[in-house]
């Protein structure tokens, strides 16, 4: 399994930005998808933004003009620009990871993964 270790999380005005960081790392062969989740309290964990490892995006309505996701392949690293943030964006926010890796226990398999989260507060 891949493990993931993501930063840039912190307190923000409404109107700032922030600038999100998830790093991969192991024996990985190729990494497919990789995104960015966030879960509120009291709700359900939703998707943000994902990244195909050919550059294919998708975006949550409620982000699109303000997020940008964008990846580094050679690092294994994806990135999550927020901008225009509004209170509403407060949340856990959690890498994913769709990769092919090798560990001693399983061998080579494709997993998920999940960072540990880093929180996202926006303050009115």
């Known amino acids: 399994q891949v493990q993931l270790v993501e930063s840039g999380g912190g307190l923000v005005q409404a109107g700032g930005s922030l600038r999100l960081s998830c790093a991969a790392s192991?024996?990985?062969?190729?990494?497919?998808?990789m995104g960015w989740y966030r879960q509120a309290p009291g709700k359900q964990r939703e998707l943000v933004a994902a990244?195909?490892?050919?550059?294919?995006?998708t975006y949550a309505d409620s982000v699109k003009g303000r997020f940008t996701i964008s990846r580094d392949n050679a690092k294994n690293t994806v990135y999550l620009q927020m901008n225009s943030l509004k209170p509403e964006d407060t949340a856990v926010y959690y890498c994913?990871?769709?990769?092919?890796?090798?560990?001693?226990?399983?061998?080579?398999?494709?997993?998920?993964?999940w960072g540990q989260g880093t929180q996202v507060t926006v303050s009115s």
């Open positions: 994913n990871a769709d990769a092919d890796s090798y560990n001693v226990k399983a061998g080579r398999t494709r997993s998920q993964s």
């Open positions: 192991g024996i990985i062969f190729s990494i497919n998808d």
């Open positions: 990244m195909s490892s050919g550059g294919r995006t």
